[in-house]
């Protein structure tokens, strides 16, 4: 009886949203917002600008920009502007509004993440159902990167916003027969996604996927996909014009786009043609530039190996150097894995990574028990073979091969992609749900 009661409940308040669809959108945003920046508020202190790493990074260009220098340098890390132009173009702009761009970008990272609350719960409506929308949305409401990276001067927040828009866009598309407003606003959602995160850029194949198998003909197909790429490349056009005058070569948004287009055609410039992770490795070898490349390879490593065992303190097991095929094994389970409650060593065996215990409880909240529904609903999608909800199951998959590839199996960028195992998630647990109250009623009310 308790369980029809509950039910009923949540049928009258999934009824009661579907004729005041406006007010909940409203009523939801605004509470998102008032948490957001009451937190925002709390938790900002100026002190912590001092221990900021990539946030100091984007702010620098963005001061750049804001002098009018769009060809800057970053002497701290020796190189140009690789990172996406879309964070420091924001804050050249509040710079010139405001004088300081603190908290409009606060307050614009608290904006966006709030109006993300509304676009997974029609994700979550216009894939599976109303309740699995919602419960999507309550998550969200909640998540703790969700709040944690608004008072901070990063590309996170507006990928949170932008990448699931070009989800929803991409399937509003395809649910309203290639409507050119939603092909329009996906391909321009995620034109800024890519601005903010050039590596988005190898996502492009895994945003066309539905677009490829649909039941269109196959004219309307090709229609489709070249029409979102050219709005694409029309949106990219400043930054192709810019790469082209500073580095004489066609480049992508930025210089990390090249270890892909190096597949198509090399690139001669120094030193973005070679590999996130070989940058980063012949930048440390300098500082043993007297020694030969394997010498001086050792002792980078050797250092690292030492900073690592002294950050753990002896716990657990020691860092070693992982092999040539280990590291991508390791890297791809770090990108899954929930919890660190003993050492960890991320990228090639070095990065230390432990959690404390709230961090861990915060991740098995906010991820770790869906991932056996989510994995459990990824087989049921295939099985189903519902395009649209394969499409959101697959998508988590191929950001975890990008990541590991790239060998950057970090949490932070993890949780781009977390609202998808969370809405598949949770339409496994409202199936079950489903199923095991279709068994109570089978079963009579006890006699009192």
């Not at 109303?130 to 409401?141: D, E, H, Y």
């Not at 709230?358 to 098995?364: A, E, G, I, P, V």
């Amino acid at each position: 009886m308790k369980i029809n009661y509950t039910n009923q409940k949540i049928k009258k308040f999934i009824h009661a949203i579907q004729y005041n669809e406006l007010k909940f959108a409203i009523s939801l945003i605004g509470i998102c917002f008032s948490l957001r920046l009451l937190a925002a508020i709390f938790l900002f202190s100026e002190n912590q600008i001092d221990s900021w790493a990539d946030s100091k990074e984007y702010l620098w260009f963005g001061e750049q920009f804001a002098l009018g220098n769009f060809n800057p340098y970053w002497d701290v890390e020796n190189h140009g502007l690789i990172v996406g132009p879309y964070v420091p173009i924001l804050i050249a702009f509040f710079i010139k509004l405001f004088g300081s761009p603190l908290w409009p970008f606060f307050i614009y990272n608290c904006l966006i993440t709030s109006f993300l609350t509304y676009v997974i719960y029609l994700l979550g409506k216009n894939i599976f159902n109303r309740k699995v929308g919602l419960l999507s949305a309550l998550w969200s409401i909640f998540y703790t990167d969700f709040f944690r990276f608004n008072i901070q001067l990063l590309k996170e927040p507006t990928i949170y916003f932008f990448l699931p828009l070009t989800i929803l866009l991409v399937v509003l598309s395809i649910r309203n027969k290639n409507k050119i407003i939603f092909l329009f606003g996906s391909s321009t959602a995620f034109s800024i996604s890519m601005h903010a995160d050039p590596r988005y850029f190898f996502f492009i194949p895994v945003i066309l996927i539905p677009y490829l198998f649909i039941n269109w003909t196959l004219i309307e197909r090709l229609k489709t996909i070249s029409l979102w790429m050219a709005f694409c490349l029309f949106f990219s056009m400043p930054m192709l014009i810019r790469n082209y005058n500073v580095y004489g070569e066609i480049i992508f948004i930025s210089p990390q786009t090249i270890s892909i287009t190096n597949k198509l055609w090399k690139s001669n410039v120094e030193p973005y043609n070679k590999s996130f992770n070989q940058r980063l490795l012949d930048s440390a070898m300098s500082n043993f530039e007297n020694d030969n490349q394997s010498s001086a390879e050792e002792k980078y490593f050797n250092s690292r190996f030492e900073n690592a065992l002294k950050q753990s303190g002896g716990e657990g097991r020691k860092p070693y150097r992982y092999g040539k095929y280990e590291k991508y094994f390791m890297a791809m389970k770090h990108y899954w894995q929930a919890t660190y409650f003993t050492p960890n060593y991320l990228y090639r065996g070095f990065r230390y990574q432990k959690w404390s215990l709230k961090h861990n409880f915060s991740s098995l909240v906010f991820y770790g028990i869906f991932l056996p529904f989510y994995l459990f609903g990824f087989f049921l999608t295939i099985r189903n073979k519902n395009l649209i909800a394969i499409y959101i199951a697959i998508i988590p998959l191929f950001h975890s091969f990008m990541h590991t590839f790239a060998l950057l199996p970090l949490e932070r960028y993890r949780s781009h992609i977390k609202l998808c195992i969370i809405i598949i998630g949770f339409w496994v647990i409202d199936l079950l749900y489903k199923n095991f109250t279709k068994k109570e009623k089978l079963v009579p009310d006890e006699v009192s």
